[in-house]
Each structure stands twice: as structure tokens, then as C-alpha cells.
């Protein structure tokens, strides 16, 4: 079955700690994204990537790094510059632009937990 | 940017009943709204979008939702909720310029009880 997936479910960081949340689909998908869900506030942009070996910073990128070496990998490093990294990760893809707009749809990966030690 | 704003935080409704979410989002020239849900611990499901066309869309699980233009709203309606209906609502709109990422609004909490 195609799909996104995300591991671990839960992580725990350490004060000083960098933590790598993982983001595989199989739908081949170009674009990939990560938000960050707090309770009361929705979700929020962290990056994005429309193309293997480009991304952008989202609305919240400090603290966090991404890389996009593979078209079906988006890790998100969480460094230890983020303060406040307690929260519910949610990675996210799409197909690419100047596509049909029916295949403007955004699917969900379960979602990964992070809480600090 | 674009924006969204769900106007309730909670919507407590009971069994059987009909239920209105409401989602309002800000003025542009041409916007793509989407509904999602969540249920608790999991990531979030697709319920119906709006692109173009018809102002009345129909989505999964008997939910549908109207454009309105003029008001500048995409408010998400279910006849006859259930039980199961039970979760997390969130309306977002594409954001215009960060390919097809998305604003999402602070969501609403639909409890079905009995």
C-alpha cells in the first residue's frame, strides 16, 4: 500500500541533544513538507521541499534542519537551538507543481511525538 | 498570505443532530480551501477541498461544504453527525506562494455525545 511513514512514534531529547525525526513515502510524490502541532494552534509550516536537493524555510525553520537527498526522504533534525521542541511532528507530501488541480492534495503521515527528558 | 480563521474552538453537538463548522478565510483573487480531520494520536485525513467549480462540495463520511465568495467563508456541515464523528476539525487554505504548502487554522473540536 502507498503511503507516508514516520519513526519513530515517540522521541525523547535530552537538554543539548539533536534528534532526527524520520518522513518515507512511497507515493512518488515530489513535494514533501513538515509542520509542527501544538495544542490550541493548528499546524504550522517548519520547511518544505518541491524537488530533491531544494527546500525552504517555512514559518518556524529556527532550530530545525532538513535534507532532501532521496525523492521519497524529508529527515528533520530538531538541533538543540530549539527551545521548545515539544510537540506532535507531522510530515506531509504532494505532487509537484503545474500539475492538474485535482492532484493538489496533501497527504498525512501518522505523526511522530517529541517530548523532552 | 493566505489565511484561515475557525471561528469555534469547540462544538459540543449531540448524536443525530446536524452541525456546522465554520471556517472563514481571507480575500484573494482565487484560493484553494481544504477540510481535514484528526483523530486523536494519528495524522490528519482528508474530508473534501474546494479548487474550482461547483460552491457545493461533498466530501467522505457524509460531510460536505459550501464556497461563499461574498462571505469569504467554507463552512463544513454533516446532517446527522455520529459518534464516531467525534474529533478534530481543521480548515486550511493553500498558501500562495510556498508550492502547495498549506495555512492551516487553530482547528475545532467536534464531541458527539450520546
Known amino acids: 500500500d502507498g503511503g507516508i511513514t514516520q519513526s519513530p512514534k515517540y522521541l525523547f531529547r535530552k537538554e543539548g541533544q539533536n534528534v532526527t525525526l524520520s518522513c518515507e513515502q512511497n507515493?512518488?510524490?515530489?513535494?514533501m513538507y513538515w509542520y509542527r502541532q501544538d495544542p490550541g494552534q493548528g499546524l504550522r509550516l517548519i520547511y518544505y521541499s518541491q524537488i530533491v536537493n531544494d527546500f525552504q524555510k517555512g514559518d518556524i525553520a529556527e532550530g530545525y534542519s532538513v535534507s532532501r537527498e532521496k525523492k521519497e526522504s524529508f529527515p528533520l533534525t530538531v538541533t538543540s537551538a530549539q527551545k521548545n521542541p515539544t510537540a506532535f511532528y507531522l510530515c506531509?507530501?504532494?505532487?509537484?507543481?503545474?500539475?492538474?488541480?485535482?492532484?493538489?492534495?496533501?497527504?498525512f503521515g501518522p505523526g511522530t511525538r517529541l517530548l523532552v527528558l | 498570505a493566505q489565511s484561515v480563521t475557525q471561528l469555534d474552538s469547540q462544538v459540543p453537538v449531540f448524536e443525530e443532530a446536524p452541525v456546522e463548522l465554520r471556517c472563514n478565510y481571507s480575500s484573494s483573487v482565487s484560493v484553494y480551501l481544504f477540510w481535514y480531520v484528526q483523530y486523536p494520536n494519528q495524522g490528519l485525513q482528508l474530508l473534501l477541498k474546494?479548487?474550482?467549480?461547483?460552491?457545493l462540495v461533498k466530501g467522505i463520511n457524509g460531510f460536505e461544504a459550501e464556497f461563499n465568495k461574498s462571505q469569504t467563508s467554507f463552512h463544513l456541515r454533516k446532517p446527522s453527525v455520529h459518534i464516531s464523528d467525534t474529533a478534530e476539525y481543521f480548515c486550511?487554505?493553500?498558501?500562495?506562494?510556498?508550492?502547495?504548502?498549506?495555512?492551516f487554522g487553530k482547528g475545532t473540536s467536534l464531541l458527539v455525545t450520546p
Open positions: 507515493l512518488n510524490h515530489d513535494a
Open positions: 506531509a507530501s504532494s505532487r509537484g507543481p503545474g500539475l492538474a488541480e485535482h492532484q493538489e492534495t496533501q497527504y
Open positions: 486550511a487554505v493553500k498558501r500562495g506562494n510556498s508550492g502547495y504548502a498549506l495555512n
Open positions: 474546494y479548487l474550482s467549480g461547483s460552491t
